[in-house]
């Protein structure tokens, strides 16, 4: 094993698993798979990136480093020579953690310095400029990230924001450097490991920075960022003979089809209403959940009652109908709540021969995909097609060798139409 990330989520896990796996022409990616927290026992030998999906981003921050530097052992033991510690490529975090924390545990496990933090991702129109965070034409904190309800990002400056996570000296790679070339990078790297900063916050506004940038990283053993900062990484093994390259194999399904949505942002809200208007759709009623009226087999019983129609269940809200709900019953609790009713549906369903299930929200795919695998006993989730950017498919095998296909959507990611496409895509006539 080359390569192993560390990710804060589930949907950041697809993300950059997607990333390894299709890497850039004319090398293509490595063998890659996203295993459900941290696995019992040895990889599959093929394996040539491995992606640990924790549910670390929200949770207390001495919990979230627990949870990441057992990740770390495991990757360590498996054989990998580069760890990349992933996180959204809005930053999400608080002032209190997870960001800082988890970077600094692993630099100090890892003994690095000048951490490379690039949370950059063009193709979602985040990108790094003199050490801000844009997404789009807008800066982080006017682009609805300041009203998330878990991790407000306010604060677009990421010296700053990260300055109020760490200890750690904190450096900048301007664009200037970087778009000189690698060699350009690497030097200034060495320079802010040389002056003690234990991080180095690296500019990129498009994907031509981040191959230069993952070429200077050859050879680095910790880097810190969102997708985009791996883009580079296959490349490095694939021209040294270390890694074959190529397209991984993908096995379509067939047999009936799910979409959960539990994501609150802007983007969800958009893709459900272009869904709702020729498809079934279920809104959960959060009060009647909290209060024990509402339960998985509430759902299901909806979802088989529209079977073959590419029914839709969701719970996304804009912020004020969240932030009501959070006041009356407890941010956690309504959280959990939720999460546990998704994850129920989603084993009866499985259990019930469904085979195609899409997921939106970070929280909600963490919940599914860790009830999807334990009800299947499966060891990891293979790689398949990209549906949207940063969106790959998952496939989970079978002992009677029918797939489970996944989608894990981020909120913020995928165009109108991203329910209906990946239902098609994950079809065996497609």
Not at 41 to 60: F, N, T, W
Not at 64 to 85: K, P, R, Y
Not at 254 to 269: E, F
Not at 361 to 375: D, I, L, N, R
Request: proline share 5%.
């Amino acid at each position: 094993m080359l390569i192993g990330v560390i990710a804060d989520d589930f949907t950041g896990g697809s993300d950059i698993a997607n990333t390894l796996a299709k890497g850039v022409a004319p090398e293509g990616g490595l063998r890659t798979a996203q295993y459900p927290g941290v696995p019992q026992g040895s990889a599959d030998p093929s394996v040539e990136a491995a992606v640990i999906s924790l549910k670390s981003r929200s949770v207390p921050a001495d919990r979230a480093v627990a949870m990441s530097l057992a990740a770390l052992d495991w990757l360590l033991v498996q054989g990998c020579e580069q760890i990349v510690f992933k996180y959204c490529s809005t930053f999400d975090s608080t002032d209190q953690g997870n960001i800082g924390p988890v970077a600094e545990a692993l630099a100090r496990a890892m003994d690095a310095r000048a951490v490379v933090v690039c949370p950059a991702f063009p193709g979602a129109g985040r990108t790094v400029y003199q050490g801000h965070l844009f997404v789009f034409d807008r800066l982080l904190n006017e682009s609805g990230m300041q009203d998330h309800p878990l991790t407000p990002m306010t604060d677009p400056d990421l010296r700053r924001v990260l300055g109020r996570q760490s200890d750690a000296g904190i450096g900048l790679v301007p664009l200037s450097q970087v778009t000189a070339g690698a060699s350009v990078i690497r030097a200034a790297l060495d320079g802010i490991a040389a002056q003690g900063q234990g991080f180095a916050v690296v500019d990129a506004i498009s994907d031509a920075d981040l191959l230069e940038i993952g070429a200077a990283l050859d050879g680095v053993s910790l880097l810190t960022g969102g997708s985009g900062i791996a883009l580079g990484l296959p490349r490095n093994f694939i021209r040294a003979g270390r890694a074959q390259g190529g397209v991984q194999d993908f096995a379509p399904a067939d047999g009936p089809a799910v979409i959960l949505a539990g994501s609150c942002s802007g983007a969800t809200r958009g893709q459900v209403r272009a869904h709702a208007a020729g498809h079934p759709t279920l809104a959960i009623d959060v009060p009647a959940v909290m209060e024990g009226r509402v339960t998985a087999a509430d759902l299901v019983a909806f979802v088989e009652g529209h079977s073959g129609r590419a029914p839709l269940v969701y719970s996304s809200g804009t912020p004020d109908q969240v932030g009501a709900m959070q006041r009356r019953f407890g941010r956690e609790q309504v959280a959990d709540r939720l999460d546990a009713l998704f994850a129920q549906t989603a084993r009866d369903l499985v259990a019930r021969g469904y085979r195609r299930i899409v997921v939106a929200g970070g929280e909600t795919s963490g919940a599914v995909a860790q009830a999807v695998t334990a009800t299947l006993g499966a060891r990891d989730m293979r790689i398949g097609p990209e549906i949207d950017p940063g969106v790959p498919i998952l496939g989970l095998g079978q002992a009677d060798g029918a797939p489970v296909l996944l989608a894990l959507k981020s909120g913020n990611f995928g165009a109108e139409d991203f329910f209906a496409k990946a239902l098609r895509m994950m079809e065996r006539r497609s």
